[in-house]
C-alpha cells in the first residue's frame, strides 16, 4: 500500500492549452521525454488523451490509442513529487475504463525492464508479459529492450 493518503484528484480529457505543462512535465520524469510535438499530435490524431488534475494543477498525463478493438497504452506518468500515493493506479483503472468504452478487448503497452514502479503498477493490474522488443527505447550507451505487456479486458 502507498504510505501517504491519496489527494483528491479528478481526471479529463486533454486539451491543447494541456500540452506545454504536460511536456513540461514529461522532460522532469523521463531521460527520452516525448517532445512537445509528439503531444500535440497524439491530441491531433484524436488518440485519448487524459490529464490528472488536483484543482487546476496538471499532475498527470495519459495517451491511449484506439485501433478497432485494441488499446496501446502510449504513456502513462504522474508528477514525481505525487508518486506512491495511489495515484498512478487510479489513473490507470480510469485508462482502462476509457478502454472499455471505446470498445477495447484488449490493452497493450511497453514498459523498461528497469522500471520496477511501472512494472509493479501493471503486474497489479493484472498485465502479463506477451514478449520481449530488443532495442526498443533509446537508452544511454545503447538501447534498451521493451517488455511487451497485454491485459484481457
Ligand atoms: C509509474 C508511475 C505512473 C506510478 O505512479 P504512482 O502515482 O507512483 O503510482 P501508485 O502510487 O499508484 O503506485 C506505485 C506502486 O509502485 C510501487 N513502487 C514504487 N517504486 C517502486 C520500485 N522502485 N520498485 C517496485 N515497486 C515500486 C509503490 O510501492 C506502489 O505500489 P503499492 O500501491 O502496491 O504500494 C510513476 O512512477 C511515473 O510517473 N513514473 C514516470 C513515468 C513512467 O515511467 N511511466 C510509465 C511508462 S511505461
Not at 481526471?11 to 509528439?38: H, I, K, Q, T
Not at 475504463?97 to 514498459?111: F, M, N, S, T, W
Request: charged share 20%.
Amino acid at each position: 500500500m502507498s504510505a501517504l493518503p491519496r489527494p483528491q484528484v479528478s481526471f479529463r480529457r486533454m486539451r491543447a492549452p494541456d500540452v506545454p505543462p504536460v511536456a513540461d512535465l514529461e522532460r522532469s520524469l523521463y531521460e527520452f521525454p516525448w517532445s512537445l510535438g509528439n503531444f500535440r499530435d497524439s491530441l491531433h490524431a484524436g488518440y485519448d488523451c487524459w490529464v490528472a488534475c488536483h484543482g487546476d494543477q496538471v499532475v498527470g498525463y495519459a495517451i491511449l490509442m484506439v485501433a478497432v478493438d485494441e488499446g496501446h497504452l502510449l504513456n502513462i506518468a504522474i508528477a514525481s513529487a505525487w508518486h506512491n500515493r495511489g495515484l498512478g493506479g487510479s489513473f490507470l483503472d480510469h485508462m482502462l475504463r476509457v478502454a472499455r468504452e471505446a470498445g477495447c478487448q484488449i490493452v497493450y503497452l511497453e514498459v523498461r525492464p528497469s522500471n520496477q514502479a511501472a512494472r509493479h503498477l501493471y503486474r497489479k493490474a493484472g498485465f502479463q508479459q506477451i514478449a520481449i522488443r530488443p532495442g526498443y527505447y533509446p537508452a544511454r550507451g545503447g538501447r534498451e529492450d521493451a517488455l511487451f505487456l497485454g491485459l484481457t479486458l
